[in-house]
């Protein structure tokens, strides 16, 4: 009991270190924003009227949801459309090489970047604007947004908090969902294929050197090549929140942010489920990254393919659920809510969006976050 009180005892004094670093960091940004509102006294967790674990668990939705909408961001700077609709993004013309290579995957997909970025932007302030209307600490990462961003034509050039240029996209998504035998919930060793092998590749042009000697008309492999893997990590992100929502939901007290985390997460589904039927556009390739020497490998699966890689098949195969004694049964998974937080800030380190990130606070704090989220408890 006393090992247990000093290891909270530890986080929550570190917790309290950040939050007022931070807090120096962004006084100037933050203003008299809803991020002031939600900032407990010092070193003091607040959850204001909401049950600590609700708290928590929306906590690090929050920060899930500001990491999306920084990648988001940088996607459609580069490969979305102009609007107003999304206060904050900054489009500046795009980068018409790099959404003709998208478009290869589908004409309409500029729109759907924009739209879901707009999306991500929506769930994020939505989330940190319920936290603070029940007086519960809200989540601001601004000031670690130190990472260089493309310095390609179109996007702003803004710092950011994630990178697309080093990804890792697993793409066990793609056989997961393929798949009828195997869920990772029953069965957390067996290894779903990939459906692509990206490693170490760039989702966004660079810089002007990656979409050199293309046309919109005809871009080159290697401007494709950015563009399918943007297309895959697309998916690869949206059925992480897919999981996420329902993993959590099952840990929260109050029916209203049950409500929330119910209302928000399919809609992450219906972006994955979106993704993954263009990423199935991608056309065969090969390409090796001038930059870095990594390789990587498109083949077409629209034709000839086993079921589990067959591009087609976009509605979830049905899988054993809880226990093979069930029937086979058409699902999101995983759903295991069991350090379901940890899970998916893992997924997001390892897929390479921190690279670059040097301020070890950074991964201190969110690690924080997974963990209050992963202990909290639903009250009776
Ligand atoms: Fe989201
Ligand atoms: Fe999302």
Same mark, same amino acid.
């Given at each position: 009991m006393e090992q247990v009180e000093?290891?909270?005892?530890?986080?929550?004094?570190?917790?309290?270190?950040?939050?007022?670093?931070?807090?120096?960091?962004?006084?100037?940004?933050?203003?008299?924003?809803?991020?002031a509102r939600g900032i407990p006294a010092l070193g003091e967790e607040t959850s204001g009227h909401l049950p600590p674990g609700d708290?928590?668990?929306?906590?690090?939705?929050? *920060?899930?949801?500001?990491? !999306? %909408?920084?990648?988001?961001?940088?996607? $459609?700077?580069?490969? @979305?459309?102009?609007? /107003?609709?999304?206060?904050?993004?900054?489009?500046?013309g795009g980068n018409p090489l790099y959404t003709a290579a998208l478009q290869i995957l589908d004409g309409d997909m500029p729109q759907y970047i924009t739209d879901n970025t707009d999306d991500e932007f929506t769930h994020?302030?939505?989330?940190?604007?319920?936290? *603070?209307?029940?007086?519960? !600490? %809200?989540?601001?990462?601004?000031?670690? $947004?130190?990472?260089? @961003?493309?310095?390609? /034509?179109?996007?702003?050039g803004k710092k950011r908090l994630t990178n697309l240029m080093n990804l890792n996209v697993d793409t066990s998504y793609w056989t997961r969902y393929r798949i009828d035998s195997e869920n990772p919930d029953l069965d957390p060793n067996f290894v779903f294929p990939q459906a692509v092998d990206i490693d170490n590749r760039t989702a966004i042009p660079r810089s002007d050197n990656d979409t050199a000697g293309s046309t919109v008309a005809n871009p080159t492999d290697h401007l494709k090549a950015i563009a399918f893997t943007a297309g895959f990590h697309f998916a690869f992100i949206e059925q992480g929140g897919t999981s996420l929502?329902?993993?959590?939901?099952?840990?929260?007290?109050?029916?209203?942010v049950l409500r929330?985390?119910?209302?928000?997460?399919?809609?992450?589904?219906?972006?994955?489920?979106?993704?993954?039927?263009?990423?199935?556009?991608?056309?065969?390739?090969?390409?090796?990254d001038p930059e870095t020497g990594a390789t990587v490998t498109f083949k077409d699966l629209t034709?000839?393919?086993?079921?589990?890689?067959?591009a087609n098949l976009i509605m979830p195969e049905p899988c054993p659920f809880l226990s093979r004694k069930f029937p086979i049964c058409s699902i999101i998974r995983p759903t295991e809510t069991k350090g379901a937080a940890?899970?998916?800030?893992?997924?997001?380190?390892?897929?390479g969006l921190f690279i670059g990130q040097k301020d070890q606070r950074f991964f201190d704090l969110l690690r924080d976050y997974a963990e209050d989220a992963d202990e909290a408890q639903r009250e009776e």
């Open positions: 000093s290891v909270v005892q530890k986080r929550t004094n570190r917790r309290a270190f950040l939050r007022n670093g931070a807090l120096a960091a962004g006084a100037a940004t933050v203003g008299a924003g809803l991020i708290a928590a668990i929306l906590r690090f939705l929050a *920060a899930a949801e500001i990491i !999306e %909408t920084d990648l988001w961001e940088q996607y $459609a700077e580069l490969g @979305g459309v102009s609007t /107003k609709e999304v206060p904050g993004l900054k489009f500046t994020q302030h939505f989330i940190n604007a319920y936290l *603070a209307s029940k007086g519960a !600490e %809200t989540v601001d990462l601004s000031h670690f $947004a130190t990472i260089p @961003g493309s310095t390609a /034509k179109g996007s702003s929502y329902p993993s959590l939901a099952q840990r929260v007290t109050s029916r209203q929330i985390l119910l209302s928000i997460g399919p809609t992450e589904t219906m972006h994955f489920q979106t993704w993954q039927d263009k990423a199935g556009n991608a056309t065969p390739l090969t390409d090796v034709k000839n393919q086993p079921e589990s890689l067959q940890m899970g998916a800030l893992k997924a997001l380190t390892d897929d």
